[in-house]
Every structure is written in structure tokens, then in C-alpha cells.
């Protein structure tokens, strides 16, 4: 998750303040300085994060708790309204009849987001339909057209015609009766005059409701420039950040966002065609102070839900907090977790369980990748119920056996045994939250009232 490393210093932080009602200027200080150092090294530009760090340090400082309220509470609440200041609103796209044009630098994940947005809007109930315009790049019609199959979504390019500007002509006459037609135009390695003449060319004939600058999220400080020039071209928008699975930054994204006066429209997390979020600020935040997701959260659960046929009635999050954590249980909770996205993405949604908790554990707790989870399915098939019901009790030989029978080496079982203890461990922390505890922390974050609360702080008012 892009800035993901302000959030887990800032956690820290914070938990240094637990038991204090009120803030002494050395308290923040040391918070305003992991702020600068986060976001500095997040590649934020420098004016915005002294923007950012003098407003905070302000309101920290002159602003009274309001009664029964604990000092990390309060500081949490205004860096949290601060950076959805700084952030802005999202895009404006409305669910109705529009035409987008992307732009962007080849390798910033153009054609992929062209795909991904399509697939976005056709489960919102429109009829979505790209254009690949890309005459330049080897592999682009393939691409496009192979990602387009897979979103389920119409498609239009000519691999046979090298202009680009007669592809996008023929393809709105493709495609007339789609409701959200998205244009995917050309990249280059660098800003040349030819990229710009091009974009100018397509935009004018398809005159866009929407143009949006695709960057790659480790682009660093040189997005502004990029924003600059696009943005003298053809005007931009918003913005659409890729690659947030990676260790990418993403600060430059957002000194991009901030140098066209624009906006964020869309999150790529991932490489698959439903990997792709609609831009929240307030969500967006909230996951990044541990403070959860629940809008994000019930898309993905619906999204699992129909990918799996199954009802309401077969998704009971208290199940993860039940009873002894078995190897059955794992590979339900792997099977559910896979359908709604990596799990510490998923994590990050459940308030105050995502970034937290997260901090706590190790860093492969959460990776379990497609071929390891298909692995450990091989494997478990191999054991006894018995065996399923209590891994612990499983021997060296037991081990032995287990991995002749599946096929897969002894370091594989213990893998799937070692995957099953941190998960177990995991679980173990979510029992250990009562009902209480539960719903003061929902409560608090759901501006249910409650004086020491965050109550109608934007993501879950």
C-alpha cells in the first residue's frame, strides 16, 4: 500500500501517547517528525509535507480534546482530517454515459487500467468498451485484447493499421452503443514532442468527458513534470495510481495530483482485472492509520460472493473468531480470503485489525501466494481428518508420509504447518477481542456517540 511505511512509524507513534489525556509539544514533535521523515521518504514533495507537518503541529498544539477524549485519539483524528485535506476529493465519475481518454509514459500500466476500469464500471451495471489506439509499443493490441477478454468487457484495435488516430475513429463507430467508452492511447519512454501531437490528435477527435494520467506509483518527484506536460496538452482530470501491490511509494503520485490541481480516480492493486479501487480519500486514509475500510470492505465481500455463487448466509466473520483454528479452517478462510484480494489488503479494511496487528506479525504472515495455497491444498488432501483437526500433533514421520503421498517435498508440509501457526496465532488475537471490546472499538470508529470517540469522522459516520 502506497506511503504504507508512514503508517506503520505513525502507529507507533501514537502508541506512545496511550494514557495521556493531554499533548506536550516534545509529544508533537517526535509525531510531526515521523510524519516528515515518512512522507519524505515516500517521495512527497518537500512544500507539501511542510505544509502538511506545520498544519498538524498547529492543531495538535492549540486545539483542546474535546471532554473524555485521550490525547491519541485527538491526534489521530487530525492528521487523519489533514491528510484527507491534502489528498483532495476524488475524481468526479459519475455512473452515466462518458467517454475517458488515458495518458501516460509506457511502463506506467495504461492499458492494463484501461481493462481494469472497464471491468470496474460493468459491475456497476454499464456497459463499458475500450479502444487500443497503441501503434507503438510491441504487444500492446495483444494485451490489451487478451486483458479486455478477461474483464468481460468489448473491445476495438487493429493490429494491421499504424495510425493511431484512425484506430480511435473506427473504434467509436465500433463501439457506439457502449455506455463508458475508454480510450488507451500510446506511451513513450520520455515526454516527446510525437507522444504529445498524438494525444492531441486522439483527444480532439474524441473529445473525452474525462482525460486521467496513468502513473506508475514508484515514480518518484518525476511525476510533476510528467503532470506538467500532459496537463499543458490535453488538460488532466484526475489521476490513476498503479502498482500498490509492490513496495512502490507513491509520493510523487501525489505531488503529481497536487501540480495539475486534479484529483485521485482510481487505485491498481494488484495484477488481475479486479484489482482495481475506486479512490477514497477518507477509506484510503483510514486503512493507511490502522482505522479500517468497511465501504471497501463489503465491495470485496460481494465481489467474493458472487465470484463464488454463495449466499450472506455463508460469510460469518465471527467464525474466524470461534474455536480451535484447524487446517480445515485455514483453507476456507485461505479459499474466502483469495476471493476478496491479498489478505493483508483485506485486513487493512477491518477496523482496527488492519495496520496495527499487522506491525505485529511477521513479514510473510500474510504471503500466500496462488501456487503455495494450491500446494497446500495438494497436501492437505494427503492427511487424516485426525491430522487436519490437529496439526499440531503431527510427527516427523507423519511429515514423511504426507509428503510422499502428495507429491511434494517434506519442506513444503512443514511450510503449510509453520503457515497454519501464524494464521492460528492470528486468530487467536481476534479471540482475544470480547464482545466488548468489539463493539467499543466499532463504536468508537462508527461515530456511534461516545465523548472519547472519533464519532462522524468521515469513513465511518
Known sequence: MVLDDLGSS??????????KSRLDEEDVENIVKEIQRSLLQADVDVDLVMQLSSNI????????????????????????????????????????????????????????SAAKMAWWFSKKGLRPGVIQTDTFRPGAYDQAKQMCERAEVEFYGDPDNDDPVDIARKGMEELDDVDVLIVDTAGRHALEDGLIDELEQIESLVNPDKNLLVLDAAIGQGAKDQAKRFGEAVGIDGVVITKLDGTAKGGGALAAVDQTDSSIAFLGTGEEVQDIERFEPSGFISRLLGMGDLKQLAERVERAMEATGQSEEDWDPENLMKGEFTLVDMRKQMEAMNNM???????????????????????????????????????????????????????KSQIERVARGSGKSEEQVRELLE???????????????????????????????GGGGMGGMGPFG
Open 10 to 19: 505513525l502507529r507507533g507513534s501514537l502508541d506512545n501517547l496511550r494514557g
Open 57 to 112: 503541529r498547529e492543531r495538535a498544539l492549540n486545539e483542546d480534546p474535546p471532554g473524555g477524549t485521550s490525547a491519541r485519539d485527538h491526534v489521530l483524528k487530525i492528521v487523519y482530517e489533514e491528510m484527507v485535506d491534502l489528498i483532495g476529493e476524488s475524481t468526479d465519475l459519475p455512473l452515466e454515459s462518458q467517454t475517458i481518454m488515458l495518458a501516460g509514459l509506457q511502463g506506467s500500466g495504461k492499458t492494463t
Open 419 to 449: 503457515q497454519h501457526k501464524m494464521m492460528s496465532r492470528m486468530m487467536k488475537q481476534f479471540q482475544g477481542m470480547g464482545d466488548g471490546d468489539m463493539q467499543r472499538m466499532m463504536k468508537k470508529m462508527g461515530g456511534g456517540g
Open 341 to 395: 484480494g491479498p489478505l493483508d489488503q483485506v485486513l487493512d479494511m477491518i477496523p482496527g485489525l488492519g495496520g496495527g496487528l499487522k506491525d505485529q506479525l511477521p513479514d510473510d504472515a500474510m504471503d500466500v501466494t496462488q501456487e503455495r495455497m494450491r500446494a497446500f491444498e495438494v497436501i492437505m488432501d494427503s492427511m487424516t481428518e485426525k491430522e487436519l483437526a490437529n496439526p499440531r500433533s503431527i510427527s
